[in-house]
């Protein structure tokens, strides 16, 4: 056999284990399904399409077009590649759709189609939705019910679930894989998440001078260096996300600026991760590859994704490397305060839920969060104030209490010592702030 007949054949084999696998997808989802090529021509469709009558047949009998189907298949294939995602969108008429596309070296070779399906039950449809299907070959209203009941109707969940597996599908019938979309996903959820922060920024304080953002950036900044410490990833991508969305407010329109900024983080981020138990000569390792990296980037986009791919490679080094017993205590202790930070705690009450002596739990907590218990108690308490004096028909000395402090004029003083103002002033901050409006965003899983 030579080297050419083993491909082909490897190649068939793959094909065929594709082809069982959108034939399992169609029967396990109970959603109909069709795979197209580049040009909009249907290459193969499950069972349900060989059937007499179908919603779809049903369609082109009544004055419907495949051009007019395919159609509104291109425009949600532009809208995934957009996205970077399996993307939801209405097929005709209240009938839905799930389509993924399938690249070749990065170009769109393809698409699949899952459809049709509901997401409501055919009952709670209104008279003239029905009516307009039923209209053109005056086809009768019971026939179009009958139809519609053969169609799944599917929960949310399941359609999350169903647009995952479509995209897997899709990513197997890719050359070499979708990779390149999954950046562009990436890329669309971090500047959700960036508009999102400057969107609270500018809720917070209007005018962001450079004072006040310089303060908010050196509280942040403090914050994810005990995020780093404590080896919590997911909070210091959260509060990188606001350090981000500083930096984009100060120099949007100088992008060199930027970089600097973003290279001032870099160092911030590996001291930390260096304090937090990296071994220092593979993180100095890291920062060197890290600023040749740096040195190459050329658009906004890229360098947030890069800097958030550069914290998650930190926090690797760091669980890699550090005490895994301590950290393990550690984060139970620190669970366990957030849990109850509204009740009285004790540095005795919470070594004992994590079976360890107030002192050693004391100074495993100086060591890796530098402050003390007391402090990373009474700085949990106002992150939670904080957000429960948006509603202003809560008293503050209801929040004082709900929080855990059982004085209301100790709660202002320790609120003003970490804010920077009292919690008057903070809810006053919070409703004399302008309104800003979310962009729409499309409908992408």
């Known amino acids: 056999m030579t080297m050419k007949e083993a491909l082909l054949i490897h190649k ?63 425009e949600s294939l532009r809208e995934s590649l957009r996205w970077g995602e399996a993307i939801l969108s209405k097929c005709c008429y209240f009938v839905m ?102 969107r609270d920024l500018k809720d917070f304080d209007w005018e962001l001078t450079p004072d006040s953002l310089s303060k908010l950036f050196h509280d942040r900044e403090k914050e994810i260096v005990t995020k ?25 329109e100088d992008f060199e600026l930027l970089k600097v900024s973003i290279l001032e983080l870099l160092i911030i981020l590996s001291r930390a991760a260096v304090e937090a138990g990296a071994k220092i000569e593979e993180m100095l390792g890291m920062r060197y590859a890290f600023v ?20 998650e490679k930190m926090t690797d080094q760091i669980y890699q490397t550090r005490n895994a017993r301590n950290y393990q205590r550690l984060k139970r202790a620190m669970d366990f305060i957030e849990a109850h930070c509204g009740e009285p705690l004790t540095v005795e009450r919470v070594a004992r839920e994590v079976f360890l002596s107030p002192s050693r739990l004391s100074h495993i907590i100086k060591d890796e969060l530098g402050m003390t218990l007391i402090d990373y108690l009474s700085k949990m308490r106002i992150e939670k104030a904080k957000a429960l004096l948006s509603n202003e028909e809560v008293s503050i000395a209801q929040i004082a209490q709900d929080v855990g402090f059982s004085d209301q004029s100790y709660f202002t003083k320790v609120f003003k010592k970490i804010e920077g103002c009292t919690p008057r002033s903070y809810r006053l901050s919070l409703s004399q702030a302008a309104p800003i409006l979310k962009q729409p965003t499309a409908s992408a899983f």
């Open 292 to 311: 040749t990296e740096l040195s190459k980037i050329r658009d906004q986009e890229e360098l947030c994704l890069w800097i958030v791919k550069v914290l």
């Open 97 to 198: 759709q799930i389509v993924s596309p399938i690249l070749d070296r990065g170009k769109a070779a393809g698409y699949l189609v899952a459809s049709p399906f509901l997401l409501i039950h055919p009952s709670e449809l209104q008279p003239e939705e029905l009516l307009a299907v039923c209209r053109g070959k005056s086809l009768r209203k019971h026939t179009v019910e009958r139809i519609l009941r053969s169609i799944p109707v599917l929960k949310d969940d399941e359609v999350k679930g169903a647009a995952q597996r479509l995209f897997e599908l899709a990513d197997r019938l890719s050359n070499p894989d979708l990779g390149d979309l999954l950046k562009v996903r990436d890329a669309q959820i971090l500047q959700g998440k960036i508009a999102d922060q400057i």
């Open 12 to 74: 068939l084999t793959i094909h065929q284990e594709s082809l069982r696998d959108m034939e399992a997808f169609a029967q396990t989802t109970r959603i109909p399904l069709r795979l197209f090529d580049g040009k909009g021509n249907l290459s193969w469709e499950s069972r349900y399409f060989g059937k007499k009558i179908n919603f779809c047949k049903l369609v082109q009998f009544n004055g419907g077009s495949p051009k007019a189907c395919s159609k509104i298949h291109q």
């Open 228 to 252: 780093i410490r404590l080896g919590d990833r997911s909070g210091a991508k959260e509060i990188l996300y606001q350090l981000l969305a500083i930096i984009l407010v100060q120099y949007l």
